[in-house]
Nanobody, 115 residues
Framework: QVQLVESGGGLVQPGGSLRLSCVASGSIFDINYMGWYRQAPGKQRELVAGISRRGTTNYPDSVKGRFTISRDNAENTVHLQMNSLKPDDTAVYYC?????????WGQGTQVTVSS
């Protein structure tokens, strides 16, 4: 059974930073794509950062230059460094992994940007 465990969410003031981490455990191998999505109240879930097995990254314009995704293949871990946070970044953030022909999601971690 594969399990994704996220950590690092919380409350931060506008302009602040947070670092999210996600560790995949269980019988998981051949991880292809890893990413972070977010979902704000009343909105659809959206991709905020993705990284391929080879390290190619992609970001939407809304976070480009502020968010950085990285992965540690040996540890089955993906991180999201979020800088210059804005109130619009407030959402539940979900870790996503594509591996072994399947998709896996974390349980979500709340990020709140507010003064």
């Amino acid at each position: 059974q594969v399990q994704l465990v996220e950590s690092g969410g919380g409350l931060v003031q506008p302009g602040g930073s947070l670092r999210l981490s996600c560790v995949a455990s269980g019988s998981i191998f051949d991880i292809n794509y890893m990413g972070w999505y977010r979902q704000a109240p009343g909105k659809q879930r959206e991709l905020v950062a993705g990284i391929s097995r080879r390290g190619t990254t992609n970001y939407p314009d809304s976070v480009k230059g502020r968010f950085t995704i990285s992965r540690d293949n040996a540890e089955n871990t993906v991180h999201l460094q979020m800088n210059s946070l804005k109130p619009d970044d407030t959402a539940v953030y979900y870790c996503y992994i594509a591996a072994m022909g399947s998709e896996y999601w974390g349980q979500g971690t709340q990020v709140t940007v507010s003064s």
